[in-house]
């Protein structure tokens, strides 16, 4: 069965660095997202994408967050100065047409 | 108000037990309705999708919406101990191209032998 993938499974880095999670989408989906999700607490949603344009973003997503699917099955998020607040697990997603997001495994971000 | 209200658990049930999960929610503008489950530290896993007031069933599972309460609800029949998770209801409004899902903080059910 198709699945999101992400890697890595955990990054560490210190406060002020730059990060890039990675996604692979499920192949034939158009539309992709960034979740996350703080310890103890519910997933909020950062950003969806489609037709290689953002659609849509939260207060959460600020100048320092940019995605970019630089080809036909990559997804990455990238966080720049990264603060110790942006500490979480984040989840890609991805659906094709009115359907559910299919999640991936997530990428643990701890800044120190 | 919360846009999306769940009460967190813990809940604790027998195995065999039929669990009830249930979400309420303000904005009447959503329309699309699912249900995850989550295991400690990974991603959310799609269990049911529904987009219409009523009843889906799939196997042990039942969705149920109730849009003119602005209710739904997750029901598992025969409850396993590997049924032991967290329950996430999700919803969204329909979009040209967004469709963002709005959580529910999730419910925490141990099953138990």
């Known amino acids: 069965e198709p699945e999101v993938t992400q890697t890595p499974s955990h990054q560490v880095t210190q406060m002020g660095q730059e990060v890039i999670l990675r996604c692979v989408p499920i192949?034939?989906?158009?539309?992709f997202y960034w979740y996350r999700q703080i310890l103890g607490q519910k997933v909020e949603f950062l950003v969806s994408f489609y037709n290689n344009e953002i659609s849509e973003k939260s207060e959460i997503f600020d100048d320092r967050f940019s995605v970019e699917r630089p080809d036909g099955s990559n997804f990455t998020l990238k966080i720049r100065s990264t603060k110790l607040e942006d500490s979480a697990m984040y989840f890609c997603?991805?659906?094709?047409?009115?359907?559910?997001?299919?999640f991936g495994p997530g990428t643990r971000l701890t800044v120190t | 108000q919360k846009e999306v209200e769940q009460d967190p658990g813990p809940l604790s049930v027998p195995e065999g037990a039929i669990v009830s999960l249930n979400c309420t929610y303000s904005?009447?503008?959503?329309?699309?309705f699912m249900w995850y489950r989550q295991y400690s530290r990974k991603g959310p896993e799609l269990l049911m999708y529904?987009?219409?007031?009523g009843n889906k069933e799939d196997g042990r599972f039942t969705a149920q919406v109730d849009k003119s309460s602005k209710y739904i609800s997750l029901f598992i029949r025969d409850s396993q101990p590997s049924d032991s998770a967290t329950y996430l209801c999700a919803m969204s409004e329909l979009t040209g191209g967004g469709n963002k899902l709005t959580f529910g903080t999730g419910t925490q059910l141990k099953v138990e032998l």
């Open positions: 997603a991805s659906r094709t047409g009115p359907s559910a997001e299919y």
């Open positions: 192949s034939n989906h158009l539309y």
């Open positions: 904005n009447s503008a959503f329309q699309y």
């Open positions: 529904t987009y219409s007031s």
